[in-house]
């Protein structure tokens, strides 16, 4: 871990401003989710005036300045904004001020793991390795995924909005204000033994609400109890994936959105709302070489709709990054399905906030068999299969009964 720390030490960032204009982006005014928000931070914006520990100020009253937007205004909305007034539900819902000041710094982790992971110093820190007790050799946490880590519980604890973060990096849940409203879990650095190729990789997040009849437990029982929650009682789940742009795709419950980092301001700017994924695709995203080891229902669904003899006529394409966010990501604009068919896939991390993002956008998320948001964990790193996408594509593929892979010849899971 010294090595690890000096490297971090040594490590400067530096900002070049350019001459070259940003290109034009279709971004959405703020007036299109409603009439009254607030101003985003200016340059010179003092990060700990957000509402922190201890702090019941009102999210609204932190802000420079609160106006009503005219119709000639072509301000777009930040995901500050936007989760500041009612996070795409209907005229006169609200998030609540909590949420939105655990966003804001949730999401000011993630730019800083985004330029972390494009930082030319990341090489050095990814091919040293750390010892843990929570996954295989293959699956061992990296530097990068510890320094990750690292920035969002830091994040967390500023926000003073959160009860307990777990985390795929720990073995046990991390408890940090007996009053915080909310149970953070998150998998920080998603895909990140591949980084070194400069194949993308992503956060996934999901937000519970802490259970306050668990508060009188010891702390490390009503940490993991309050960390086993099932996922249809998320309030708000995402990922951040990042590649050729970071972006920023959540649900509070009200639809799916997705914002692009503008690296000019520093802000995620909508430019994904209200993601519908298409109710069936023309792609499946699975790791053919593993064919021989599936079972008959997988290889028969597999061999049908690549040749074109599913119930849709057309022949699939397959497209695998072997980035779980990056796969997903391309299913939820293009439709289709990602799958991992071993029990390999962590539900409380994984699962279970990825389904309930997808589920928000329309589409379909199960372990073959059952939905995953009606599993209940019985363990932090519980793991299982995982089929994500269309609606109409996941249920044809259930139809044909074995597609849960359970043997792994020649591989560790």
Known sequence: MLQVETIMQSLTITLYPTSISPPSLDLFPLRQITASV????????????MASRGDSVSFKSLAARQTSISSDDDGYCTLVDFAGNGGGGREGTTVGDDLVVLLYHLQHACKRIASLVASPFNSSLGKLSVNSSTGSDRDAPKPLD?????????????????????????????WIKDDG???VVVDPLDGSRNIDASIPTGTIF?????????????????????????GNRLVASGYVLYSSATI????????????????????????????????????????????????????????TVRQGKGQNPKKYSARYICSLVADLHRTLLYGGVAMNPRDHLRLVYEGNPLAYLVEQAGGQASDGKREILSIQPVKLHQRLPLFLGSVED??????????????NPGYEV
């Not at 607030?38 to 005036?49: F, M, S, V, W």
């Not at 996941?394 to 043997?407: F, I």
């Open 38 to 49: 607030l101003y985003p931070p200016t340059a010179g914006y003092n990060r700990r005036g």
């Open 206 to 230: 999901g937000i519970y609400s802490r259970l306050v009849e668990l508060d009188h437990l010891p702390v490390e029982e009503k940490a993991e109890l309050n960390s086993l929650q099932r």
């Open 181 to 183: 409203p909310y149970v």
């Open 394 to 407: 996941v249920t044809e593929l259930e139809s044909y009964g074995d597609v849960q892979q359970t043997v």
């Open 146 to 174: 510890i320094v990750s880590n690292d920035i969002i519980l830091s994040s967390l604890r500023n926000s003073g909005k959160v009860a307990v973060m777990a985390s795929e990096e720990d073995d046990s849940p991390t």
């Open 248 to 303: 920023l795709c959540v649900t509070l419950g009200s639809g799916t959105h997705a914002f692009t980092l503008d690296h000019s301001t520093g802000e995620f700017v909508l430019t994904h709302p209200n993601i519908k994924i298409p109710t069936r695709g023309q792609i499946y995203s699975v790791n053919d070489a593993r064919y021989f080891d599936w079972p008959e229902g997988l290889r028969k669904y597999i061999d």
